[in-house]
């Protein structure tokens, strides 16, 4: 490096020099620029002047730094290179050298500064030295970098997003730029999209409609777009996109491009799906939950009402239930019931409660009323107002009546299907709950209660009404019974007396006792004592049926072989058989044949048997009596015959006491009509029966059933 010539540096300093030249410039761009360091250097580099600027970013006095090289100015890596020569050589070579380069203060620090070295000529052209301005640029260095920091990390944050498709687009809408989330969300490389519409992102349908080119526009109107849909990959599928465009403009205001943020938003929207159908599944769990309830609670409140309906008959005790059950449960807070009166016309309140005034026109109506009671019995139809300006509108003339009360239901009443009545149930003001469908049908379930019970009561009056006749009727029966009985039983006595004395005195004339008797006479004899033991054998008929049916005959059961019962009974009937010529048959019973019964009481009521079916039976006819056990544990002795049958309308008229079927003016059959009927009973006593089977002209079966004595007292 050449050494600082003092006397060159006077002689340019004194007038006509360069530094007395040029320091006259230098005064005036002192005055003029502060920001600026502005100093002359010799040819070999060596500083000449100093101004203020310099003094004041770089630190020296002009003291300091006149006739110093300004390569003092510079980080020491540049003055080893041979840098401030080189800004020098260009200068001379070019006549300006321009750099922008770290810079040192006096205190060692350093500034990023502009320099601008301008090479100085004479007229001759000799290069008599340098301008050198230097501009101190650190605080915009640091803006710069700054800003190259803040646009490289953001380019970093754009390109490693993976999450959001980031890229921008050209004023007509093409792609510019492409990060990793874009074609991650799209599928398409940088190289396949920069340079494409992105209307390619769109389903064909919202294309059609120049939807993307609206996005757009009302970008650039409104400074922001945002919108949610469903966007299309490169491989055709599609999925829901949260998707923001922002205008992205120069600084003179012109429009240079949008930036767009893609977000995937398909999982989440299925994820709010879900949340949704879940919210609404546990919703309609819910509703169905609190349904259920209240429909448990209903049915249950039904079936306390029920129960209680059912333990009370009088009308009275009805709307007592009606009133603290019935009218909670439905949510009323009055009403009443009403019955069609007797004429047929007119509806009576026949109990109410819970109005402010009932008055004697609203207890009878005449069912051509235009009231809500009147017109639920006239239609059959349950009448619904749900609000006080719908009932009045409809009915008027309750108004009045039903001024307390917001809504009104009536349901009407029926038994067996024809209508009865009505009942009303009234609701008061209920602010936030309105009268439901549910509510109505549950008071339609309560008033159909309330008609069964008002049914069951009538029903029970009735019953009640028809015991005290039948018991009346009963006790007069029962006391005509024992009137019968009694004269039955003394008129039974009183004949009796007479007819053994006719029977006594015609055996003594038959004796000779009073004479010789001829044969006519005889014969009359005979005749006599026959129609005293017929009308003996009546008499002894009623006598057992009035004890019979006065429960006064006593009864010995033991077993009864039925082998020696039909031995008995067909001895005793032989000669009324051999007299009409009827072949009487007698099967032998096996020896476990045996009842348990009274004996005396089975032999009457076989010999009844048996002489029903000689006295029923033509001359030359057959009677045959059997006996057996017939596997249900009773006793079978069956009587038929081939007598004339009985109607089957008359098969139950048999056993009637003093009916004989098949009697007329016209026939001559004799009796009371009182055997079948006192061995039927007789039977019946002993726990058996008698049952008959018949067939008109060819004959009957008449089975005496009885219980069949165990097999271990037959072997005793």
């Known amino acids: 490096m050449a050494r600082f010539d003092q006397v060159a540096a006077a002689r340019e300093q004194a007038p006509g020099g360069i530094a007395h030249e040029f320091g006259e410039l230098h005064r005036l761009l002192v005055e003029r620029v502060q920001d600026y360091a502005i100093f002359a250097l010799d040819p070999g580099g060596f500083i000449l002047s100093w101004n203020a600027g310099a003094e004041r970013f770089k630190g020296y006095t002009t003291d300091e730094i006149i006739g110093r090289h300004f390569s003092i100015f510079y980080p020491r890596e540049k003055v080893s290179v041979g840098w401030p020569e080189h800004e020098l050589r260009e200068a001379a070579r070019v006549g300006r050298f321009e750099d922008e380069g770290w810079r040192v203060r006096k205190d060692g620090t350093r500034f990023w500064a502009n320099v601008v070295i301008t090479a100085l000529r004479s007229e001759t052209g000799e290069l008599i030295g340098y301008a050198k301005v230097t ?137 709010e799906k879900r949340a949704i159908q879940d919210a609404r599944r546990v919703a309609a769990e819910e509703a169905a939950r609190h349904t259920a309830d209240v429909a448990r609670q209903r049915s249950e409140q039904l079936q306390a009402l029920t129960s209680a309906l059912a333990a009370v008959h009088a009308i009275p005790d009805i709307a007592r239930v009606v009133f603290t059950q019935a009218f909670p449960a439905a949510g009323a807070d009055g009403g009443s019931i009403g019955v069609i009166a007797p004429d047929g016309n007119h509806l009576r309140i026949i109990v109410e409660s819970g109005y402010d005034g009932l008055t004697d026109e609203f207890r009878l109506v005449s069912l051509d009323a235009p009231m809500p009671m009147p017109t639920a019995v006239r239609t059959g139809t349950t009448v619904v107002c749900r609000t006080q300006g719908e009932r009045d509108a409809r009915f008027p003339a309750t108004s009045v009546l039903l001024a307390s009360f917001e809504s009104s239901v009536v349901v009407p009443l029926a038994s067996g299907g024809h209508p009865i009545g009505a009942i009303a149930m009234h609701r008061r003001p209920r602010p936030g709950e309105a009268l439901t469908s549910d509510a109505v049908t549950f008071m339609e379930s309560v008033a159909q209660q309330c008609g069964q019970a008002l049914e069951r009561a009538e029903l029970y009056e009735s019953e009640r009404l028809a015991r005290r006749e039948a018991e009346d009727a009963r006790a007069r029966a029962e006391e005509a019974n024992r009137a019968k009985s009694q004269f039955l039983a003394a008129m039974s006595h009183e004949l009796r007396t007479p007819l053994n004395a006719i029977g006594g005195y015609a055996q003594l004339i038959e004796l000779g006792l009073s004479g010789e008797v001829s044969e006519q006479q005889r014969t009359q004899l005979g005749r006599i004592q026959r129609s005293q033991q017929h009308l003996l054998g009546i008499i002894n008929d009623i006598l057992n049926f009035a004890r019979v049916d006065a429960g006064q005959v006593i009864y010995e059961v033991t077993d009864v072989p039925m082998q020696d019962v039909l031995q008995s009974a067909t001895q005793m009937i032989l000669p009324q058989a051999n007299e009409k010529g009827i072949a009487l048959g007698v099967t032998t019973c096996a020896v476990d044949v045996v009842a348990r019964a009274d004996p005396s009481k089975v032999e009457q009521i076989v010999l009844n048997l048996l002489t029903n079916a000689v006295k029923f039976t033509t001359p030359q006819g057959r009677v045959r009596i059997t006996c057996q056990r017939d596997g249900r544990g009773r006793v079978a002795c069956a009587v038929s015959d081939t007598g004339i049958g009985i109607p089957p309308d008359q098969l139950d008229r048999v056993f009637e006491p003093f009916i004989q079927v098949g009697r007329s003016l016209t026939t001559n059959q004799e009796g009371t009509g009182l055997g079948l009927a006192i061995s039927r009973d007789l039977a019946r006593a002993m726990q058996g029966d008698i049952e008959v089977q018949s067939v008109p002209d060819q004959g009957s079966v008449f089975t005496l059933l009885l219980p069949a004595a165990d097999s271990g007292s037959i072997s005793d």
């Open 135 to 271: 501009r101190d640029l650190t605080e915009r260095r640091a803006s710069e970098d700054a800003l190259r920091l803040s646009e490289e990390r953001f380019r970093l944050l754009v390109t490693s997003v993976k999450d959001y498709a980031i890229f921008m687009l050209d004023p007509e809408g093409r792609v510019a730029t492409w990060n990793e989330g874009a074609q991650r969300a799209k599928g398409y490389s940088e190289e396949e999209i920069i340079g494409r519409h992105f209307s390619i992102f769109y389903p064909p349908d919202r294309v059609a409609e120049h939807f993307p080119e609206y996005e757009l526009a009302e970008a650039t109107r409104v400074g922001r777009f945002e919108d949610e849909g469903w966007r299309v990959r490169k491989d055709g599928s599609r999925f829901w996109a949260n998707v923001v465009i922002t205008p992205l403009y120069a600084t003179a205001g012109r429009l240079v491009g949008f930036g767009k943020v893609t977000r995937d938003l398909t999982e989440r929207r299925a994820a």
